[in-house]
Structure formats: C-alpha cells, structure tokens
C-alpha cells in the first residue's frame, strides 16, 4: 500500500530572470512499512520537496497524495490530522527542541495538542515508555535538552515524533549533525523503531552511505530532477546515473582494501573508455 504519493510536482521560487526551479516534475511513492531514502547535494530540492509534504509549501504544479487523499484538496480537519500523521525529525535537534521546555513537556506536547491521551498521569506513563523505548530513562524526564549529548537529543527528538503515533516519520538529514560514532546508533535506533511499530519512513540525506544502511529503496536528486530510482542494493552496486556513481565515489570508504579495489575498478573503466574512444577516432 502507498502511503505517500509525490505526482509530478514542480515548483520556483522568485521571479523573471530571478526566477529558478527548485523541482522539476519530481514523482515517487513511499510504501507502507518501508524506509525510503531520497538523496541529493545540497540545493538539489530535498527540504524543498519535504516542505511541500508538510503543507508548509505548495508545488506549482503537481499534486501530493497521502494515504490516497491529496493535500491541496483538503479542508481544516485533513490538515489537522495530517499534522499528526506526518511528523518530521530534523537534522540539527539543538535547534528543533525548545530549550526552555523540559523532556517530559517536548514529549507530551503533541499528545496535548491531538487530545490523545485525557489526563496528565496518562502522558507522563506513555512519555517514560517512548524515553526508554529510544534508550533514555524515566529520570531523564524532568531533564531540559542542553543537559543531554547531540546523540541523546535526536533520541529525544524521535520520541518526541513518535508520541502522536504518525503514520509516516520524515527524517531530515537525521544524523549529520551528529559525531560519526554516535550516528549509527541512531541509525539503527530509527530501523528498530520502523519494524517495531510498522512505520513508514522517509530518510532523507545527502550521505549514500548512510542511506544505504536504512533504506530498501532509493531516489536520488539532481537539481530538482529525480535521476535515478530503483532498490537501494541495486542502485548503490550499479549505478546507472553519472550523477548517482559521483555521490557514491564522494563517499569515503574506511576499509582499504574496499578503496583499492574501487580505485581498480576506476582506473580499468577510464582505461577501458580510452580504447573505446581510441577506436572511435
Ligand atoms: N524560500 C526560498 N527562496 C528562494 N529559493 C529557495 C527557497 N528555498 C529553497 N530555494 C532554492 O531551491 C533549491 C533547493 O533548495 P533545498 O533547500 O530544497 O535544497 P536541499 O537539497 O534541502 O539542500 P541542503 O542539503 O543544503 O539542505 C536551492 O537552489 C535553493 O536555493
Ligand atoms: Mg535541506
């Protein structure tokens, strides 16, 4: 089943000669209970394409479907339950989490707001159970996020979005504001959360690597187009895009061994492109 369907929207911003294209007919889906990974540099359209998702900007043409009813259509009472359904977790969490705000009222704050759970004892049972359900404590509860690690507030940060039970956890960029050794941790934290609950995820980032880890497909952005679509395995062992084999040649790869053999394989194709030319002329 589909639960998120991006048909054909595009969208510019400014003006006559100002005027630039942000997405070029971008369509994919995400299904139901997978973790689908959209990847680009930066200015190739992703926060664009998750701003017009949330509502919080509209395509130019196009139209977004979620859970089959599309978003442009819909009335107060869609946009409200839409605000539930999706909820968003942000790359940097020092900046999306109210510092003046204590754990146990970041969490509890959507519970409040979409009246899901009547009495305050209710909220404070179902925020310990998200706390240590992401790694952290009953304790840590009447905590503010400044006494916490980077690591620790996106762990806040997802608990936070899971408390509203939403249909769809969009990740932005999730964990490159994290320390490299703390990211797979989170990594791993956001693939439990997924089977555990039967979420569905969309992970977006600019880092192939990292998206290779969580996603079981991928759509990979260049300059608001997307180029290259396909299961996550199949596009990062054979890349058909030129732009997709340079996102995935800028990764850095920690195991020599893995280096060496990729750099073979650059040196015989250039090798092998230089006879083809050779032949041609
Ligand atoms: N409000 C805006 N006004 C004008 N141009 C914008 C606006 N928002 C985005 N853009 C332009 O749209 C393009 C896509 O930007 P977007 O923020 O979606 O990229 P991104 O893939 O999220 O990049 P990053 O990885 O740096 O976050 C860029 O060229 C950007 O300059
Ligand atoms: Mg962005």
């Known amino acids: 089943m589909t639960i998120l369907d991006v048909r054909s929207i595009s969208k510019s911003f400014g003006r006559g ?59 107060f009472n ?6 539930k359904d999706v909820q968003i977790v942000f790359q940097d969490p020092t900046a999306s989490l109210n510092p003046r705000m204590t754990v146990e009222e970041l969490i509890c704050e959507g519970m409040l707001v979409h009246e899901l759970y009547p009495d305050s004892g209710k909220r404070r049972a179902e925020a310990t159970r998200l706390l240590e359900m992401v ?9 503010y996020p400044a006494s916490f690690s980077g690591g620790q ?30 990211q ?16 569905s995820l969309l992970f977006v980032a600019h880092n192939l690597a990292v998206v290779k880890q969580v996603c079981s497909v991928v759509h990979v952005l260049n300059a608001g187009r997307i180029v290259e679509s396909g299961d996550a395995d199949v596009v990062m062992s054979h890349p058909q895009d030129a732009y997709t084999r340079s996102l995935l040649e800028a990764v850095p790869i920690p195991d020599p061994r893995m280096a060496k053999a990729r750099l073979a394989e650059r040196l015989a194709a250039r090798a092998a492109r230089r006879a083809a030319e050779g032949a041609a002329s």
Do not use: Y
């Open 184 to 199: 797979a941790q989170v990594l791993g934290l956001l693939v439990d959360m997924q089977r555990n609950l039967d979420l």
């Open 135 to 143: 790694g952290l404590a009953e304790r840590d509860l009447s905590r």
């Open 78 to 83: 869609d946009r409200r339950r839409l605000a």
């Open 17 to 75: 000669k100002r005027r630039s294209l942000a997405l070029d007919d971008v369509s994919f889906t995400v299904e139901q209970g997978t973790i689908t990974g959209l990847v680009g540099e930066s200015g190739s359209g992703k926060t664009t394409i998750i701003r017009c998702i949330m509502g919080l900007d509209s395509p130019d043409s196009g139209e977004i479907l979620f859970d089959g009813q599309s978003q442009v259509k819909s009335g």
């Open 153 to 182: 507030r996106q762990r806040i940060a997802i608990a936070r979005a899971l408390a509203v039970k939403p249909k769809l956890l969009v990740c932005d960029e999730p964990v490159s504001a994290l320390d490299v050794s703390v």
